[in-house]
């Protein structure tokens, strides 16, 4: 496995297993973009940055839905979002530029950096324009707050014109900036059935990969109908098969019923169903057994080796023994 592979199957392991405790405990879990200098917009997925685009992965599969968006300005030049704002001389244009408190002269009209004015005594200055002391805050002077002076052509105002950069170095005004959408996510409660499953359809993919059979779990699969189909496991073989499982706590007639639309929308297709043994007799009628093939099993951990039995025997493979 590459490296990011391995990192994304870390990434989703956690998210399973925090989401699935998570939702347990009855909190609502919510993601939300985040600017990072580095990578642009990341998610904290339980502790780990995770890149949008497995956020919209795991939206795909009804993992997770939308709850809000949040805009954010990108640079209309390449789409950036990691901006930084520039602070310019609005005479020369110049970054070249310093904060000073300011102080104007009434009499004169002169505006400066207070520590350009010769303190005469408490309160009391003189105007390094015109010479004249200045007595009386509030009649002879006063004291507006911040500002700035440009260190190049000596201009001094009080505020600066605004550019924002983008890491490429594109500057653009403000008003020129475009707006990008990105979303907030929260855990559906879908995910809490697939968490439950993760551990044991990660490990039915890694042992039917030790045998040369490829799979990928938590595919999405387009129906004849056009409607899209998660896969908890879908096996790529002639014929394919997916891998169903349902477990006692997460069980859910309206489950069953997407299985049996799933076994009929996807061509081509055997579907593996494992159900739990304490579950109602007599669930198994609802499929058409050409389409679906149901198992039972008691402790659904320790029965990873009948699952892979039925994997092979519906692809038409046997187990070589010790393996
Ligand atoms: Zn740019
Ligand atoms: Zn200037
Ligand atoms: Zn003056």
Do not use: W
């Amino acid at each position: 496995m590459s490296k990011v592979g391995r990192s994304i199957s870390i990434l989703d392991s956690h998210f399973f297993s925090s989401a699935y405790r998570a939702l347990s405990e009855g909190r609502v879990v919510e993601f939300r973009p985040i600017i990072k200098s580095e990578s642009g917009i990341t998610y904290d997925v339980f502790g780990i940055d995770a890149p949008e685009e497995r956020l919209r992965y795991y939206l795909d599969r009804g993992f997770l839905e939308i709850v809000d968006e949040i805009s954010l300005p990108i640079c209309p030049v390449c789409g950036e979002v990691c901006l930084h704002p520039l602070l310019l001389c609005p005479d020369c244009g110049s970054m070249s530029i310093e904060k000073k408190e300011l102080m104007a002269h009434y009499d004169c009209g002169y505006l400066g950096p207070v520590d350009g004015f010769e303190v005469l005594g408490p309160g009391v200055y003189k105007c390094p324009k015109c010479g004249k002391t200045m007595r009386r805050i509030g009649i002879d002077y006063g004291r507006p707050g911040f500002g700035f002076t440009c260190i190049k052509c000596n201009s001094i105002f009080q505020v600066p014109l605004i550019e924002v950069e983008c890491r490429q170095g594109h500057r653009n005004k403000i008003q020129t900036l475009e707006i990008k959408k990105y979303p907030v996510y929260r855990a559906s409660q879908e995910v809490k059935k697939f968490a439950a499953i993760y551990q044991v359809i990660k490990e039915l993919e890694k042992r039917l990969s030790s045998m040369g059979l490829e799979s990928e779990s938590f595919s999405r699969l387009e129906g004849a109908s056009g409607e899209m189909h998660v896969a908890p496991l879908y096996v790529k073989f002639e014929p394919a098969v997916i891998v169903d499982v349902v477990t006692e706590d997460l069980f859910d007639e309206r489950y069953l019923l997407g299985v049996a639309l799933k076994a009929v929308d996807i061509p081509d297709v055997m579907i593996l169903l494992v159900l739990p043994a304490s579950l109602e007799s007599g669930l198994e009628k609802i499929f058409n057994p050409e389409k679906v093939r149901v198992i039972r099993v008691n402790d659904l951990r320790g029965s990873i080796n009948q699952i892979l039995d039925e994997i092979l025997a519906l692809v038409g493979m046997k187990r070589h023994e010790g393996s």
